[in-house]
């Protein structure tokens, strides 16, 4: 799955808790019923519904669903055959239900006998149900058979329904645990079996599922009844359906390759009207499935591909075995597509179709190792963009994922990478940045160590070992050992995974006269200004690898560190100077003393892309500690306009933490310093022929102007930028498409409506509900949210919980809002007095996360105020409980900052 990726990303929410034994849980208490034989084994009959897994007695083997659905109604019937293996008499079973009414139920047995089942439905909230026979099911095989009615989810889960342009749509997101709100399952990963679908549809409307259709025969009554191909094994979470009037393109499909002997049938799906916008992505998809082929050594498991793109989708896009589903801006692209959003489509799609091995056809056996599927899918998305499109600057991915993910592993409410779940609710707290991004980052961390082709052995051997089936992280590990031959990697592993946070290297160059020269490194954890975390309390064993510089070159210096201190000897003379995260790619930050800081700042452009990233970030994070100077933090934004575009572009965030941190009269200050060190960048980017320019640069370009115009000294350029907004959107004139280019256009609105009051506001909100382009939509919005006045933002919010609107823009606006400065004590009032309806119309997933937004807050009486509201509202947003303790630690740690250096900050401009 990969979270959406607006500008209001998911910050997923996920909850601390003690590492304990996490593979198997205990089994649960089990009584006996009346034995029915002395010398019979008691019949198993667990009385309290299970929290976390089901019992591993009863398993599933195979699922047959006979479906009828139309999306014009509100709900669809099924007939539900699961063949199931017992290992025990039973009594009673349990399983998963949360939508599905069933009308009759019974077991089959092979020898023909039927047995009456009466189901309990929703036992917990999250769906745990319970069967109870009227007559105990011996041990061994049955078959369970019922017939049921369920709605379709209007909140984006399970099968669900969405409408767009007047025309409703069916389509699928079971992961993590909402599969058993279509069908009654045992709703867990572990659980992976054949899957043969039957469903009935309107006549004429697009249909697919995870199976290649096998035949259709006419249903009578304007209906058509589709058979789908058995599937190879696979989790319930992975089952996908679509149904609508969808456009369909076919492309060529996949050629063979020696690999793989057969092509791969290859389609796309969009809603009506859209199909066009699927072409790009087709094109590229070959040489993506072509390419991880050769890295897995494993051809392509899933025999057909379909690409979807829901009319309306919580996450970026879900990696169903064979069918995936998308967001549209995941998806789309058109000629207004932006580079940023094309580069990300691509990448999902790298990510999704790695899925299909690493998650798919290799699956976690339990939640607590989600992570690592996530993980691997980023990094293997990064990997197969560098070869596929070698000029696209992909290298740098992990050291973006690096900086992704440090902010959010700065706090003490972080969690471990491979965090225990112990209840359905724990779940969604597994997709956070420290899942993708740090997990990212770390995979990438110890392919460096062990070198790329005995990392790829590991894998390929842990795709051999363990198809079709499911494995553990120390079934990883393992593979990795034994595939790489390096078996030392296995406690370093595990000392990132199991444990939170960010090793924080203390680094000190000694030369003594006539003694030996070395490095002296200390760990501690990372904590900013203000934080509650104990910095002595963990080690990790960091794959520590720094570029040393002396008289005779450059050399790269490795060592693990396993201790608290390490002292490395320097053989070749005492250094001049020392970049102590090679290549950047170690995930951990480092505190340089002034003279090496300085030294670094000086010999900048010697070192590559990623290590300036880390450095810069490393400089950053030190300010936040207290470590760094507001004059140092300066010196350091100056030192990285020498850098590559990757480098100018991080270091923009200097500019918008120091604004944050000063008063009006600095903040007029400031804007000539942001003129000085960035006008020059944006000169000399602007003269460069168009032809020599990189992806970074022309990523760079907008969000220096953008900067430029926030927080320098364009007062014409931004009126010229609103009257672009103003023709882009046809206020008072009509609508030009080519007044503004895709990646200005949320820079421009801002201004606009900062700058052009309500008649702008109006005019933008117009143009943005009479448009069918998502992407298009949900970036408006944003920055009509994030920008507008109080009155705007009351207009917003209201037509936001209207029908023109949906519940994934509604969130979209609210991160929007919360994060608009000017405009949010307003807003937020509106939240807390109607937050039920708000709650109502988010999508699920979205629920617990509105939390997060606590963290919006930087004072600690407006915190304070959030955290009680929240609290109070419990009901409405269960599992909030990290996405609370995130945003109540960031909002306090923004104070804090505040208190400890603006006085520091006002005074470095007032000379
Ligand atoms: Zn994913």
Redesign the pocket.
Known sequence: ??PRTSASVLLGAASLLVLAACTTPEPAAETTAEPTAPAEVAPIRLEEPPTGQLPADVHPVAYRLDLVTDPHKDSFTGHEEIDISMDGPHARIWLHDLGPDVSSLKAVLPDGTEIVGTITTGVTEDGVSRIDFDTTLPSGAATLVMDFTAPYDRNLAGLYKVEQAGRPYLVTQMEASDARRMFVSFDEPRFKTPYTLTVTAPVGMAIAANGALDSSEDAGNSMTTYHFKTTRPIQSYLVALMVGPYDSVTAAPVPPNDIRGEPVPLRAFAAAGKGSQLTDVLAITPAIIDYQEHYFDYPYPYGKLDLIAAADFAYGAM?NAGAIVYREAALLIDEHTSLARRRGIFSTNA??IA?QWF?DLVTPAWWDDIWL??AF??WMASKTMNAVDPDGGWKLSPVKSSLNAMPLDSLASTRQIRNPIEKTGDINDAFDSITYQKGASVLNMFETYLGEDAFRDGIRLHMKRHADGNATVDDFMQSLADGSGQPDVVPAFRSYIMQPGIPYLDISLSCPDGGQPGLTITQSRYAPLGSTIDTGAQTWQVPFAAEVHDSTGTHVVRRMLTDKTTEIPLDDGCADWVMPNAGGAGYWRFIADADDAAALRANFTALDAGEQMMLLDSQMAGFNAGKVSTADLMADAQAAMTGAPDTVAQSLGVAGKLHGLLGDEGRTKLAAWVEATYGPAWNALSAKPEADKTDADRLLAPQLWNTLLTYGQRTDERAAMASSAKAYLGIGQDADAAALSPEDLGTAVSIGVRDGGRAFYDGALAYTLASDNQTERSAILYALAGSGSDEDLADLFKRALGDEITGSELYTIYAGAMGNEKGRPAFWQLVKDNFATLVAKMPSVRRPQLARATGNFCTADEVADAETFFKGQADLISGYERSLAQGVEAGTLCATLKEAKSAEVEAAFAE
């Open positions: 799955m990969t990696e990510h999704e899925h998650g599927n996530e899918a980023t």
